[in-house]
Structures are given as structure tokens and as C-alpha cells.
């Protein structure tokens, strides 16, 4: 079993920025892959950015390139998405997820194995 804890969601005005975390904790193995997805109400849950924990090479959707950051701490073992030059239309609740055997980068939810209770992030315009 895997479980994951997210933190850093909160209300920004837009512009401003915000750094959420991920902390996994059970069993974890250095081949995980490491997701970010976001839900805003009435819509599906969005690929934001993934990364495997053995590798720095980071993964990123549509909405989050060249605004959005992720990272991650092996020894802390947390993953960080940092969160810059926010837009209202990036409110939505945040989850990290993770999935245990992927070879490719997985861009569906359905894919994931493991999730976050989520942390709601609010930007107002």
C-alpha cells in the first residue's frame, strides 16, 4: 500500500503563485511515477505534470507548460508541483497520484494506482 498526502493548496489572487506537496508513505519503490492532475467542478480530472522518482525528467500537460514546475525529494520522499503566474481558470482541486508499474509516462487518471485526498486551490481573477 501507498499513501499520499498533499499540501500547500489556498486562495491567490491571480498572478501569484503557490508550491503544493506530495508525501508518500508505505511502500515505495524507485521506478514509481509520480502525477499531478487537477479537477475543476463539472469538468474531468486533468494530466497537470508527472515525474519518476528515479529520474529528474519531468512530464507536463498543455496547461501547466512554462507556468508549472514539478520536482521531487527522494529523501523526503515528496514531490513538489510550484505553481507560478496563476490564472482563475486554474482553480480546481489538486491531486498527486501515483502509479506503481508504468513504463511510459501515464497522462489518464484511469491509469494510477495510488491518490491524494486533494487540496482545493482557488485563484481569483
Known amino acids: 500500500q501507498v499513501q499520499l498526502r498533499e499540501s500547500g493548496g489556498g486562495f491567490v489572487q491571480a498572478g501569484g503563485s503557490l508550491r503544493l506537496s506530495c508525501t508518500a508513505s508505505?511502500?515505495?519503490?524507485?521506478?514509481?511515477?509520480m502525477g499531478w492532475f487537477r479537477q475543476a467542478p463539472g469538468r474531468e480530472r486533468e494530466f497537470v505534470a508527472a515525474?519518476?522518482?528515479?529520474?529528474?525528467?519531468?512530464w507536463y500537460g498543455d496547461s501547466a507548460k512554462g507556468r508549472f514546475t514539478t520536482a521531487r525529494d527522494i529523501g523526503k520522499r515528496t514531490v513538489y508541483l510550484q505553481m507560478n503566474s496563476l490564472k482563475p481558470e486554474d482553480t480546481a482541486v489538486y491531486y498527486c497520484?501515483?502509479?506503481?508499474?508504468?513504463?511510459?509516462?501515464?497522462?489518464?487518471?484511469?491509469?494510477?494506482?495510488?491518490w491524494g485526498q486533494g487540496t482545493q486551490v482557488t485563484v481569483a481573477s
Open positions: 497520484a501515483a502509479d506503481l508499474s508504468a513504463d511510459v509516462v501515464p497522462l489518464t487518471a484511469e491509469e494510477y494506482d495510488y
Open positions: 508505505g511502500r515505495t519503490f524507485s521506478s514509481y511515477i
Open positions: 515525474i519518476r522518482w528515479n529520474s529528474d525528467s519531468p
